[in-house]
Structures are given as C-alpha cells and as structure tokens.
Nanobody, 122 residues
C-alpha cells in the first residue's frame, strides 16, 4: 500500500523560507515521478513543481523562488520555498505516480498526501 505524507508547513512572514518534505512508501521510491500542488479555499488546485524519476524538473508560477529536489536514499522529496509571499498561502499537496515519464503540469497522479498548510503573512 502506497502512503504519501507531507510535512514542514507552518506560518511565516513575507520573505521567509520554508522547506516541505514528502515521504512516499510502498514501492521503490526512485521510480516515482513526484509533484507538488497547492490549493486555497474556493480555488482550483494549482501545479507548483514536478520532478521525474530521472530528475527532470518543471515549475509553475513559482519558478525562481521554489526548488524541488529528492533524496532517494531517504525516500523523500522536498520543496524549498524562498522569498515567500502572502499569495503562496495554501494547502500544499504531494503527489506521486509510477507510470509518468514527464513532470508536466497537466499530469494525473495516482497517489496523494493529506496536505500541509503554509501561511504567509505580510
């Protein structure tokens, strides 16, 4: 059974940094294509960043401030978020899939975490 667990959310001020973590268990971690999405109440889910098993990366509107990377030895994927802004406030979700070969924003993922809240105040 695949489990996806996010951590690292919190409340910070504008300009601060946070690092989110996503641990995936249930299969060989290095095979997964992974992604971060975020969602605020009443809004559609937004693609943040994606990372394939071969380390190809794709970013949404956060490119230049956020960095996605993985540590296969720890079965963990990360989202380093720098220079945070109030508009980054959202619940951040980790997604994983074994069948994807790209990290395109429109991909559909099989496995999802429960989300972690990030709040940025001015």
């Amino acid at each position: 059974q695949v489990q996806v667990v996010e951590s690292g959310g919190g409340s910070v001020r504008t300009g601060a940094s946070l690092r989110l973590s996503c641990t995936v268990s249930g299969n060989t971690f290095s095979w997964y294509t992974l992604a971060w999405f975020r969602q605020t109440a009443g809004e559609e889910r937004e693609f943040v960043a994606g990372l394939t098993w071969s380390d190809d990366r794709t970013y949404g509107a956060v490119e230049g401030r956020f960095t996605i990377f993985r540590d296969n030895a720890k079965n963990t994927m990360y989202l380093q978020m720098d220079n945070l802004k109030p508009e980054d406030t959202a619940v951040y979700y980790c997604a994983a899939d074994l069948g994807l070969r790209t990290s395109c924003p429109g991909n559909s993922y099989d496995y999802w975490g429960q989300g972690t809240q990030v709040t940025v105040s001015s």
